[in-house]
């Protein structure tokens, strides 16, 4: 009876919420649900995408030498959403570095914090990183939506690919698009970041934590963020999650909406949360300084 139960409940789930299909050029994925496919070229909006083999955007590690070598983690505003590699903070960092840095963009639009670190420790056994930017936090605190990806439910992880999984992840959306409430949790998002900057610490690595590049940092409406009807102090209550975290594990914490300060946000950004490519120099800039001062680069 127990078998057919779970069985019944498994043919369910994979009939009624079969593996979505994902916008190009992202494809699904067994860990983290959705990915960039490696060794990929496209063009979209007139910006260039390439991959390398280890399905992150931009070139190859250097394996060849002896470098310093960063990886940036995050969603589709580190990725570089709408912005040429180059212009993007992990490009325009590495160029700043010279030939002793190589820096991997490890963001992958709609990435939440569990699905970043799964992707960390993939990279891991080919190009540990010396030094870890964290740039995670939009995705994190956006509002769940019933219209949202199966796949995005970061609580159940991998159990989402099984239909059992898809089931309770959708039901899980559901709860917590009717409650008004982010894709990841406060405990969530605290636990994963807390966890991944152990873990490089824990290997002799460096961090740095960054406070995004957003509307809501730049200057927040009175009450709540328009377009999602967003609390502005939920984005204050992550925010302090990255504070917390900063102070406790000893490891420097960038606030872009500091470094915009008395700057339009259209100067910056392409819509609440993107950076273009002046917000992306702007970070990218601030990145380098503090890499020198902490005495990371060579």
Partial sequence: ?????????????????????????????????????PHHRSTMNN?????????LRGHEPVLDRPVTRAMVLGD???????????QSFAGRLEALGGAGLDVQNGGVPGFTCPQSRALYQRVLPTAPPDILVVY?????????????????????????????GRLA?????RLRAARDAPL????LYRACMDDLVSEQRARGGQVVLVVP???DGIAPPPGQDEDHGEPVALHDRYVAVLEDLSQRQGVPLLDCSELAAGT???????????????????????LHRLLREQGWLQ
């Fill in 1 to 37: 009876m127990l078998l057919a139960c779970v069985g019944g409940l498994e043919a369910a789930g994979r009939a009624l919420y079969p593996v979505p299909a994902l916008p190009p050029p992202l494809v699904f994925d067994a860990q983290t649900g959705w990915a960039l496919p």
């Fill in 47 to 55: 910006v260039q995408l390439r991959t390398n083999s280890l399905g």
């Fill in 76 to 86: 589709s505003s580190a990725y570089g959403w709408m912005v040429a590699e180059e």
């Fill in 136 to 164: 995670s936090l939009t995705s994190d605190k956006r509002m769940a939506s019933a219209g949202d990806w199966p796949l995005a439910e970061p609580v159940f992880g991998p159990l989402g690919l099984v239909g059992m």
């Fill in 169 to 173: 992840s959708q039901v899980s959306l």
């Fill in 184 to 187: 990841s949790s406060l405990r």
């Fill in 213 to 215: 590049l957003t509307v």
């Fill in 264 to 286: 339009a946000p259209n100067d910056l950004l392409l819509d609440n949360v993107h950076p273009n490519a002046r917000g992306h120099a702007l970070i990218a800039d601030a």
